[in-house]
Nanobody, 123 residues
Framework: QVQLVESGGGLVQAGGSLTLSCAAS????????MGWFRQAPGKELEFLAA????????YYADSVKGRFTIAKDDANNTVYLQMNSLKPEDTAIYYC????????????????WGQGTQVTVSS
């Protein structure tokens, strides 16, 4: 079973950038498709981005398209989420997730989840 640990969150001003990392252990990520989600206070988990097992195909929610980039580094068993032009409404806990099947925007499609990392964007 794969274990996931997110890092890289923190406090940033609006317009700034952050890169989140999701380090995997227990299994190699080369056979997993990965997704990033976030949850703001009082709201449901929101799909942000996904990448297929090979790293070739990526998918983004409209809310982050053009600002966020997902990338997969199988050599380091890590997935990244580069976030640019951050807005106060991007404030949330960010989670990475893994699935052994096709990437999806649906929470139910992912079996393995990290514990999350807090991102706070000040205005």
């Amino acid at each position: 079973q794969v274990q996931l640990v997110e890092s890289g969150g923190g406090l940033v001003q609006a317009g700034g950038s952050l890169t989140l990392s999701c380090a995997a252990s227990g299994r190699t990520l080369s056979s997993y498709s990965m997704g990033w989600f976030r949850q703001a206070p009082g709201k449901e988990l929101e799909f942000l981005a996904a990448i297929n097992w090979s790293g070739i195909n990526t998918y983004y929610a409209d809310s982050v398209k053009g600002r966020f980039t997902i990338a997969k580094d199988d050599a380091n068993n890590t997935v990244y989420l580069q976030m640019n032009s951050l807005k106060p409404e991007d404030t949330a806990i960010y989670y990475c997730a893994a699935t052994s099947v096709f990437p999806t925007q649906y929470v139910e499609g992912y079996r393995h989840w990290g514990q999350g990392t807090q991102v706070t964007v000040s205005s």
